[in-house]
């Protein structure tokens, strides 16, 4: 386990009061010990029986023992390649070995899309330009999503990150986006009306509001912290509610939903939540732990 790891684990001894992060005990060790491996996706058998689990293992060689165009959506947050070790022991790249290996990736992940299929991939700034370039080179890149993680206390020096990129790009111009699942209720500053009725709007209650088409700046999300259930120890865990928004447009119930870099969890506990199934895979155990350990929270015998 790395020091930065190490030190939030040490929380769990002697936790705030209202702190709901869920950590692992070494009951929890021992009981989530076996997990499935890459080995398992080599035997012979239906497609449904690789659905709903996490794989120990690289992406790169999981991913290229699925099947041609299975999966309906791809959710995915690689390495941002910035020089931090999160507990992978991952070495900074150089900028073109980076972009290398993502080149990798993203052409295993077009090759297992669907032709209705989409494709969200995090970036930070750094390399956003990158991540935009390859996808384009592959797929149709439909939009930039940027979304708000307000966490840290930020620089002396320079602006603070307080911001991700999410690229959005699609196989076929066929592709699915429900649009009325992420509308956004929006309150209505300048109510117009037509023929003494309102237009586009309603009112309850006193409020004013209407339901909006998305937009891809997101400035009402939270990064998990302490107080919250769904925070984990895992230093770049992504909001369960910005995977919902994206799981809602891009996917329909009984879709498969792919998750490469799946961390601590929250891709699965999405899909199971909205019932979507899932495949995952992660290299380093202690965070496939956690993920089972969520998963065993929200649907209990799961896995």
Not at 132 to 143: E, F, R
Not at 161 to 177: G, Q, R, T
Not at 225 to 251: D, G, I, L, Y
Not at 288 to 302: A, E, F, M, N
């Amino acid at each position: 386990m790395n020091e930065a790891i190490k030190r939030l684990y040490l929380e769990y001894n002697n936790p705030a009061q209202r702190n709901r992060t869920l950590f692992l005990t070494e009951a929890d060790r021992k009981r989530y010990a076996n997990f499935p491996t890459l080995n398992e996706l080599r035997i012979d058998g239906p497609f449904s029986a690789l659905l709903d689990r996490i794989y120990h293992g690289d992406c790169i060689e999981g991913m290229s023992l699925l099947p041609d165009e299975t999966i309906d959506l791809i959710f995915a947050d690689p390495p941002y390649n910035i020089g931090k070790d999160y507990g992978n022991n991952q070495m900074r790249l150089s900028e073109q070995e980076y972009r290398e290996w993502s080149e990798v990736w993203i052409r295993e992940a077009v090759r297992l899309l669907k032709p209705t299929g989409s494709i969200y991939v995090c970036s930070d700034w750094r390399y956003s330009g990158m991540i935009q370039v390859l996808l384009d080179s592959y797929l149709i890149v439909k939009n930039r999503i940027t979304w708000r993680r307000e966490k840290g206390r930020g620089s002396r020096r320079n602006w603070k990150n307080n911001m991700e990129d999410i690229w959005f790009a699609v196989k076929s111009e066929n592709y699915v986006f429900n649009v009325e699942e992420v509308k956004v209720k929006k309150q209505v500053i300048a109510p117009y009306r037509e023929n003494g009725e309102p237009k586009d709007w309603v009112e309850e209650k006193g409020e004013r509001y209407r339901y909006t088409h998305p937009a891809n700046i997101w400035i009402d999300t939270v990064v998990p912290f302490w107080s919250m259930p769904e925070n984990t120890p895992h230093p770049t865990q992504k909001p369960e509610m910005v995977v919902e928004r994206v799981m809602k447009a891009s996917s329909c119930p009984g879709d498969v939903v792919l998750d490469p870099f799946i961390g601590s969890g929250t891709t699965a506990v999405v899909a199971v939540r909205l019932g979507r199934h899932f495949i995952g895979f992660e290299i380093n155990e202690e965070f496939i732990r956690l993920s089972v350990k969520r998963l065993d929270h929200t649907q209990p015998g799961l896995l």
